[in-house]
Nanobody, 122 residues
Framework: QVQLVESGGGLAQTGGSLRLSCVAS??????MGWFRQAPGKQRELVAT???????NYADGVKGRFTISRDNAKNSVSLQMNSLKPDDTAVYYC??????????????????WGQGTQVTVSS
């Protein structure tokens, strides 16, 4: 139902910056954000933002990363500053869409992008 396309991943040095972007194929009426997964580790939340602008950050990135949404463009971005080698992971764009049927049945669906690699060298 929703396609999420990420861009902006790549290589960076410790202390450098990268900006990730994600564009959804339709309007997202609930959460958008970013998760990441390093090899052999669990996928973890990085940052999310509601359609109204409320943000949530993982403790390890707060103060270094900034999430922002542009609802008009159905997009979300993640500005990553002061990068560390521990930030190396595949970063996945995430979206949650809430739907209400004509029978007043509320449902939520989660969507994931294909992932973009972020590598931070020491």
């Amino acid at each position: 139902q929703v396609q999420l396309v990420e861009s902006g991943g790549g290589l960076a040095q410790t202390g450098g910056s990268l900006r990730l972007s994600c564009v959804a194929s339709r309007s997202i009426n609930s959460l958008m954000g970013w998760f990441r997964q390093a090899p052999g580790k669990q996928r973890e939340l990085v940052a999310t933002q509601t359609s109204a602008g409320y943000t949530n950050y993982a403790d390890g990135v707060k103060g270094r990363f900034t999430i922002s949404r542009d609802n008009a463009k159905n997009s979300v971005s993640l500005q990553m500053n002061s990068l560390k080698p521990d930030d190396t992971a595949v970063y996945y764009c995430y979206a949650r869409v809430i739907t209400i049927s004509t029978s007043d049945i509320v449902d939520s669906k989660d969507y994931w992008g294909q992932g973009t690699q972020v590598t931070v060298s020491s």
